[in-house]
T-cell receptor, first 114, second 114 residues
């Protein structure tokens, strides 16, 4: 069975600070990896995704994530956060090459202070 | 393109009552998912449809939950009778056969059972 662990439940950063959110997954096959973001009062939106190829993927709003296969990790990074990045971030995984369900982590609430 | 539409946005019911949620996926998306998101947790799949057929309903509490997608487009999710622990956000998502695995989410329906 698939599982996803997000290590940080609540992160508070000042504007311009660097961000790294941890994500580890457990799955016995090839995976697709995703980070979704949910801004207050809005729906889940795709931030970035990894299907294959370059393990460093870039997403919207300056976010990037690195897939490290040997560590089963897909950590999310941003060099300098903005107040508007305040949101909940979810890491998710599903089986590569399929339309199978997404398995989500429990989410990390990011609060960016001015 | 129009996103995934869900209604209602909010619903408050008493325990043992019934409730139904509606979802209209993105046009052309053959795969439709219903997820349940309990406060403080990541979304969890309830049921997945491929066109009008069920692909995965292993996590659906079938004694009280039911879902249908009769014409392979719109879908309804019903709870009867509701329990207090059903209080959650119910998310509908859809995905395209052209980009397997990437799901687009609706705004969700926030259900409160009192």
């Amino acid at each position: 069975a698939q599982s996803v662990s997000q290590h940080n439940h609540h992160v508070i950063l000042s504007e311009a600070a660097s961000l790294e959110l941890g994500c580890n997954y457990s799955y016995g096959g090839t995976v697709n990896l995703f980070w979704y973001v949910q801004y207050p009062g809005q729906h889940l939106q795709l931030l970035l995704k990894y299907f294959s190829g370059d393990p460093l993927v870039k997403g919207i709003k300056g976010f990037e994530a690195e897939f490290i296969k040997s560590k089963f990790s897909f950590n999310l990074r941003k060099p300098s956060v903005q107040w508007s990045d305040t949101a909940e971030y979810f890491c998710a995984v599903n089986a590569a090459g399929t339309a199978s369900k997404l398995t989500f982590g429990t989410g990390t609430r990011l609060q960016v202070t001015l | 393109e129009a996103g995934v539409a869900q209604s209602p946005r909010y619903k408050i019911i008493e325990k043992r009552q019934s409730v139904a949620f509606w979802c209209n996926p993105i046009s052309g998306h053959a795969t439709l998912y219903w997820y349940q998101q309990i406060l403080g947790q990541g979304p969890k799949l309830l049921i997945q449809f491929q066109n009008n057929g069920v692909v995965d309903d292993s996590q659906l509490p079938k004694d009280r939950f039911s879902a249908e997608r009769l014409k392979g487009v719109d879908s309804t999710l019903k709870i009867q009778p509701a329990k207090l622990e059903d209080s959650a956000v119910y998310l509908c998502a859809s995905s395209s056969p052209r980009v397997l695995g990437e799901a687009f989410f609706g705004q969700g329906t926030r259900l409160t059972v009192v």
